[in-house]
C-alpha cells in the first residue's frame, strides 16, 4: 500500500524512445525525474500515466489494456489512459497523466499534464436533487458521496453514520491492519478535511431510527429529522454473534469496524492463544494475521472444509493446507457449544484453551430500516437494474442490495468490498436521473498469508469445475460452470488471467438478453 520509495527503472521518457520499441497493445514503464511512468500504445494513440495503482500500488504493467483502460492486477481497478480517472474501484483517485509528443520516429514523453475528463456524461433530463442522503458509512455510502460530488453535484449530501470513525479501508481490518503490517494512517478512505472540503456533512455516531417514504424524512434515534429528495441505503451487513453461553464476554471479539480491529490487537498483545469460531473467509484472514502476530490460533468451524462451499473442494483443501502450514490447527466438522472463561467448549465434547475469541461466521445484511419502511425486501432489500428499491427516490448497494444479475439472469445479494464501491457509485449516477443499469461483474480478493484469491463472476452453485494449473502449486485458474457457461473464476497467481475472464463476463453479460 505504501508508495515504492525505490529509484525510478526503465528509460527516461524525456529522452525518447523509438515508436517503434512499443508494439501496439503493449505497455513498459519508464520514469520521467523521479516518477515511475507507463506508456500504453493503443493503434497510433500513445499514452503516458502514473504507473501504479491508487489502490494499493499495484504495478499496471503487468495488468490488461482494454478499449482504452488498464486494469490493475492485484484487484482489478479500472482507469482511463486518456485522463487517469479511476473508472472502477477499488481504486477512487486518478492516476497523473504526462503529455506526450512523437518526433523524429522517437516518443519523447514530456511534463505533466491537467487532466480533462475524456467523457463526459450527458445532462440528466431530469433536475438534479436538491438534497441527497445516505445512510451508512461504509464503502457503498462513501463511494456514492465521493462520485456525487465527482460529477459535479451542487446539493447537499448527508452521511449518516453509526460508525465512530470516517469511512475506513475495511478489507484491511481483517488483512495487514490487524497483522501488523500496515499502520493505522493507512486506513481512512479519505483524510478528515476531504468532508468539509466537499461539502459532505457526514454526521458519525448517528442512527437512524425509521424511514418515511411518504414525507421523504429519515427520522434520527436522537429524535431530530433529516428531511431527502433521494436517499440512499448503504447500511451494509452486520457480523452474527452465536448465542451460545458465554457468546457475549468481554474476551469475545467480532469485527467489523477500527474499534473493533484495535480491540483484537489489543488484546493479541498479551494474549499466547486464540480461537477463531468460523472458516470463512474473514475468519481465516483473521487467523492469518493472529499467527503474524505469533498467536497461536486454533479454528473451530462445522464444515468438514474451509470454503468449500464458495470455492470447491479442491482449494477448500488447499487453503486448509495453507494455513496448517503456518501453524493453525482446524477442529472441523464441530462447533462450539460455549464460553466458559477461558475455556471454549466444543459440541464433540472437548475443550479449548484461549486467551480471547474472534468470531467469523459470517454476517446478516440490515435491512430493518427498510422492512419497516414498507420496502420490498427478499433476504435483502430488492432493487431494480438501476438499484432503486421499491420506494421512488430511494435506492440501495452494497450488502444490504438484491438487484437482477444479467449474467444469470437471476436477483442476486453480494457481500463484498469491491462490489459496495461500485454499486454505491452506480447509484450515485442514478440518483442524479442517469439511468444506468447496475452489470458489473462481481470481484473480490482474500489474503492468506502471502497468497491471494482473486475471484470474478457469482455462482452459488455449478454443476462443472474445471482446473486450469496446479492448485497446490499455488498456480491456477478455476472455472465455475453451469451447464457449460462460466459463472465464475478463482484464481491465485494468475493476474492476467483472471482480468482476461473478468472481460469475458462482461462481454457475455452485454450479449445476454435483457
Not at 447537499?156 to 494512517?185: C, F, H, Q, T
Not at 457449544?337 to 477461558?342: E, P, V
Not at 468490498?417 to 442517469?434: F, S
Request: charged residues 25%.
Amino acid at each position: 500500500m505504501a508508495d515504492d520509495q525505490a529509484k525510478p527503472t526503465g528509460p527516461d521518457l524525456t529522452q525518447g524512445i523509438p515508436f517503434a520499441d512499443l508494439a501496439d497493445g503493449t505497455m513498459l514503464v519508464g520514469h520521467v525525474g523521479d516518477d515511475d511512468v507507463l506508456l500504453a500504445r493503443q493503434g497510433e494513440d500513445v499514452f503516458a500515466v502514473g504507473a501504479h495503482c491508487t489502490h494499493y500500488h499495484g504495478p499496471l504493467a503487468e495488468g490488461l489494456m482494454v478499449d482504452g483502460t488498464v486494469r490493475c492486477p492485484w484487484h482489478h481497478a479500472c482507469f482511463s489512459l486518456r485522463d487517469g480517472e479511476a473508472l472502477r474501484p477499488p481504486a477512487l483517485s486518478p492516476l497523473d497523466c504526462w503529455s506526450v509528443e512523437r518526433r523524429d520516429g522517437k516518443i519523447f514523453v514530456t511534463g505533466k499534464r491537467s487532466a480533462t475528463r475524456a467523457v463526459v456524461r450527458a445532462k440528466p433530463a431530469t433536475a438534479a436533487p436538491g438534497r441527497i442522503v445516505i445512510v451508512g458509512g461504509g464503502a457503498a455510502g462513501f463511494a456514492a458521496a465521493e462520485m456525487l460530488r465527482r460529477e459535479q453535484y451542487q446539493g447537499s449530501i448527508v452521511m449518516l453514520s453509526n460508525d465512530d470513525a470516517a469511512p475506513v479501508d475495511r478489507p484491511n481490518l481483517s488483512k495487514d491492519y490487524l497483522a501488523g503490517s500496515a499502520p493505522e494512517e493507512w486506513l481512512p478512505l479519505r483524510p478528515d478535511d476531504f468532508y468539509a472540503e466537499k461539502g459532505i456533512d457526514l454526521r458519525l455516531r448517528t442512527s437512524v431510527a425509521n424511514i418515511d417514504p411518504g414525507a421523504r424524512q429519515v427520522r434520527l434515534s436522537d429524535g431530530g429529522s433529516v428531511s431527502y429528495d433521494r436517499l440512499l441505503l448503504a447500511t451494509g451487513a452486520e457480523p452474527v454473534r452465536l448465542t451460545i453461553p458465554g457468546a457475549d464476554g468481554p474476551a469475545v471479539h467480532i469485527l467489523r469496524s477500527v474499534s473493533d480491529s484495535r480491540a483484537i490487537i489489543e488484546q493479541a498483545k498479551v494474549a499466547r492463544r486464540a480461537v477463531v469460531i468460523g472458516a470463512s473467509f474473514i475468519g481465516l484472514e483473521v487467523a492469518a494475521s493472529l499467527r503474524a502476530r505469533k498467536i497461536e490460533v486454533h479454528v473451530v468451524a462445522p464444515e468438514k472444509r474451509p470454503m468449500e462451499r464458495i470455492l470447491g473442494p479442491g482449494m477448500g483443501d488447499f487453503v486448509r493446507a495453507l494455513h496448517e502450514e503456518h501453524g493453525v490447527v482446524f477442529h472441523l466438522d464441530n462447533a462450539p457449544a460455549a464460553i466458559d472463561g477461558k475455556l471454549v467448549r466444543l459440541r464433540s465434547g472437548s475443550a479449548l484453551e484461549a486467551d480471547f475469541v474472534v468470531m467469523g461466521v459470517g454476517v446478516r445484511p440490515r435491512i430493518e430500516l427498510a422492512e419497516k419502511a414498507g420496502l420490498a425486501v427478499d433476504r435483502g432489500i430488492v432493487a431494480n437494474a438501476f438499484l432503486e428499491t421499491s420506494a421512488p427516490g430511494i435506492y440501495v448497494a452494497g450488502d444490504i442490495a438484491r438487484w437482477p444479475d444479467p449474467h444469470s439472469g437471476q436477483p442476486i445479494r453480494v457481500e463484498h468490498w469491491v462490489v459496495a464501491e461500485r454499486q454505491g457509485q452506480a447509484a450515485a449516477l442514478n440518483m442524479l436521473g442517469h439511468r444506468e443499469a447496475f452489470t458489473a461483474v462481481p470481484f473480490f480478493w482474500s489474503q492468506h498469508y502471502d497468497i491471494p484469491i482473486n475471484y470474478v463472476g457469482h455462482a452459488e452453485r455449478w454443476d462443472e469445475l474445471t482446473v486450469d494449473g496446479d492448485i497446490a502449486a499455488k498456480d491456477c485458474l478455476l472455472r465455475y460452470k453451469v451447464k457449460g457457461r462460466t459463472l465464475a473464476v478463482a484464481s491465485i497467481f494468475r493476474d492476467v488471467a483472471s482480468l482476461q475472464e473478468e472481460v469475458a463476463l462482461e462481454r457475455d453479460r452485454a450479449s445476454s438478453p435483457a
